[in-house]
Structure formats: C-alpha cells, structure tokens
C-alpha cells in the first residue's frame, strides 16, 4: 500500500511523511525533490525559471509513471498534483490511500510568511486565491481528511496511522 499525502503548500506533508515513515517502516517519496533531480534545478526557483510552473507540471506528470509501480511507501506531493487527474490516478494505483492535510489559509499563510522557496507563494493575494481554488481540488481527491490546523506532526502521523490500518 502506499499513503499518499496531499495539501497546499505549508500544510506540513514532509514532515508528516518523515514520521510516518518511522510507524510504517516505509520509506519517503518526495515528489518535489524528484522533480528537482529530473530537471537538475537547485530549487524551484531555478526550475520555474528554466521553463515555467509547465516545466514543473510536466516533470510531475513523468515522475507519477515512476511512482505508479512503487509498494510500500509513503508519498509526500507538491501541492499542485490535484491539478491532474492522471497523477492522482497513478498514485493511487495499484493501491494507495490519500490523506488531505487540510489547514486554514492563515495558518498556512503565518507558517510560509519567511520562506522564500515557493514561486506560487510569493504574492499572498495569488495564493490565497490559488488556495481558494484548490479546497474543492484537494476534498474531491481525498479518502480522508485530516484536519491539521492544531495538531502536531506526531499527532498527524498518528490519526494517518490508525486510519490506514
Ligand atoms: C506547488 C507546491 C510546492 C512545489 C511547487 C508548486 C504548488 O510543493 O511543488 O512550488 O503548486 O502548490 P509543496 O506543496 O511541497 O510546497
């Protein structure tokens, strides 16, 4: 089985995907730093400046074939794979159960307020816009919700555990 962890940037999908790496015995799959590898970027800066969010969506798109084959293992998405129906079902295929870390715009928003890395962060009002869009994207995509806006990362990887057992 493979757990599929999606939710809009800052919704804590890597760390979370570190501990329940450590419940399952899995490892970690993380799709941004695949994608980086792929198209030898150093960041995503330097991707989406080398051929734009398409360059981005392309590689994703590629890397899913990749993952469509993995067992056990614990997939941490960037949050734009709910863009694309056919990533969403090769993730889940053979099988594999998505959780959506669902966390308030101003939690998100606080959490990314110094980080630099994210191209489709940078302007609040384009996120939060983006954010607005997504919601519908990330509930239709989801087997469960997890409502992350005041837990911990253990207490998240805990709720993901029980519920993928
Ligand atoms: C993106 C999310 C990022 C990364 C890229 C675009 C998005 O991943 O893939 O900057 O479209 O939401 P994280 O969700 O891990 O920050």
Redesign the pocket.
Known sequence: MKIILI?????G??SVAGKLSNLFNWPVIE??QL?LEKTKSKN?DALFAKGG?LL?RET?LALSEEIASFKESII?????VV?NKIILERLKEPKGKIFFLRASFKTLSMRLANDA?????KDILEAES?YNF?QPLYLKAADHVIDADQKTVEEIAEEIFQKAR
């Open positions: 939710g809009f940037m800052g919704s999908k890597s799709m941004d994608v995503m969010e981005l994703e941490s998405t960037g949050g734009g863009l890395s994210r191209p489709l962060f983006l997504r």
